[in-house]
Structure formats: C-alpha cells, structure tokens
C-alpha cells in the first residue's frame, strides 16, 4: 500500500510505529523477566518490536521503515536497562552519552536524507524486482528485519557488561569511550561531506575529505564504534565470547554491505572502479 504523505507526515507516523513497537516490547520483557533470564527477556522484547515495525513495513509495502531502528533501539534499550537495574556508575552513564551520541547523528542522517513513505533504500527496491514474492517476503522478515536486530543486539552484549558492577571508569573506558566518540564524529563529517558533494556534483562518486582517504568512512564509523562498545567492557577485566558481537558486525558490513554498495557504485558511477583501485576500503 503506497499512500503520499508529505515528509514531516511521514516521519511523525514512523516515529508513531516505533513508539506502538517500543510499548509491544515493554509489555513482551514486563511478561517474560519473572521466567526468563533478564537480557533473553530484553533480547525477545527486541524482537518483538521489529516484528511490529516488520508488519506496519508490509502494510505500506516498504521495508525501509527499519532502517531508524539501527539507530533508535541501542540507546533506548541501553536507557531502560540503566533504568530497570538502576545503576548509573561512571561506566554506563559513559555508554549511555557514546550510544545516544551516535545515535541522535545517525538517526538525523537518516531524517535528513528520507522524502516520505513512498521511500525505500535502493537496495530493497532491488531484491524486491529480482525475487519472487514469498521469496521477497521470507528475505524481509529475515534478512532485512530480524538479521540486523540480532546483529546490533549481538553488538550490545559488551556494553551491557558494564552493569554488571559498580566499578569505577578506567583506561580501558576511556580508551573505549573515545573511539565511540571518535567514530561517531567520523560517521557525522562523511556524512556532510558526502551530502555537500552530491548536491554540487549529481551523478558523480565522492573523493573528497574522508572520502579521498577511504571508499567507506561511514561504515568504518560504524564498525569502530561497535569496537569502541566492546573496548569499554574491558573495564570489566574479562576478555570473553561477547567479541563475537563486534566480530558480526565487522563482518555484517564486511561481506554484504559493502560489496552490494561497490557493485551498484561501479554500474552507476563513471570512473568509480579506478578509484577503487586507488583507495582503500575503509579508512
């Protein structure tokens, strides 16, 4: 179902459809925390709140009404945590400013760059000509909606070490807390960069600024700061399986976001493969 909606209309009824998930999550943690262990609770919550934002994007026939939900569930769930244990040590109250940090940039870019409901990421649009309807549908629940949820949340798992305890910040938080720091304001400069560039420069590839030192700067914000998350649980004084979580991510963007960006950026864009070949692949 395509409906036309101005901008300001359509960000106000997404930002609805992820309230309506946020309250569906809420409820589903409130009826599990008493049987099930407490981050399985808050990992099912997740889940239900992307099956909600999965089906209003089924109802309106576009799948990118996931795409703020990158940005929008690590601080707020990250924030309930803090609220539900009640703890804000100097650790967490460090993650919660790193985490609402990159995701108030992230979520303004995606605000920035969205026209309305009619709206959907190239790369939807795509699967969704090539793929044959169940197979397109199957593809979106799993692949489009649920894989990043539990990628991100994977990612989270570090960061969630840090309530564990009451420990003061040491050099493995700051260590850890800068990178976030620094690979949000990475994300944020390529941002204006590249924006500033395709509005004077239409149809041509990026090789300006970060841009001129990497073919990827804002995935590798977006990797390092996931680094950054795990870094921080470090404080914690153990090194163990949740850097499988900051691994995925890596390879998440690693193995398919970056490879489906270079082969549309080398059919669109006129010299971009002699530009490959000079730069590198992130910074």
């Known amino acids: 179902m395509r409906m036309l909606f101005s901008k300001r209309a359509s960000v106000f009824i997404i930002a609805a459809i992820y309230v309506v998930a946020a309250v569906v999550g809420y409820c589903v943690f409130i009826g599990l925390e008493a049987a099930v262990p407490g981050l399985w609770a808050l990992f099912v919550a997740d889940a239900a709140a992307t099956v909600i934002v999965w089906a209003f994007g089924v109802v309106f026939s576009n799948v990118s009404f996931y795409d703020p939900y990158w940005s929008v569930a690590p601080?707020?769930?990250?924030?309930?945590?803090?609220a539900y244990k009640g703890i804000f040590s100097l650790p967490v109250v460090l993650l919660l400013a790193a985490v609402w940090y990159w995701g108030a940039r992230l979520t303004g870019n995606w605000i920035y760059t969205f026209h309305d409901l009619?709206?959907?990421d190239w790369r939807y649009t795509r699967l969704r000509k090539t793929q044959s309807p169940l197979l397109f549908q199957l593809t979106?629940?799993?692949?489009?909606?649920m894989m990043p949820t539990v990628v991100v949340f994977a990612a989270m798992l570090p960061g969630f070490?840090?309530?564990?305890?009451?420990?003061?910040a040491n050099i493995w938080t700051w260590l850890g807390f800068v990178m976030c720091l620094s690979a949000a304001t990475i994300q944020l400069v390529a941002d204006v960069q590249i924006h500033r560039f395709r509005n004077s420069n239409p149809g041509r590839y990026c090789d300006v600024g970060l841009w001129r030192r990497g073919r990827h700067p804002n995935y590798f914000g977006e990797i390092l700061m996931w680094w950054g998350v795990w870094v921080m649980s470090l404080s914690q004084g153990s090194f163990d399986?949740?850097?499988?979580g900051p691994l995925a991510m890596t390879a998440l963007f690693m193995f398919i976001s970056i490879p489906m960006m270079e082969r549309r950026q080398l059919e669109n864009k006129q010299g971009y493969a002699e530009y490959r070949a000079r730069t590198r692949i992130l910074i």
């Open 140 to 145: 979106n629940f799993f692949g489009l909606n």
């Open 161 to 168: 070490a840090l309530y564990e305890n009451g420990t003061n």
């Open 75 to 82: 601080p707020v769930m990250f924030s309930a945590w803090a």
């Open 118 to 120: 009619s709206h959907e």
């Open 241 to 244: 399986w949740s850097i499988a």
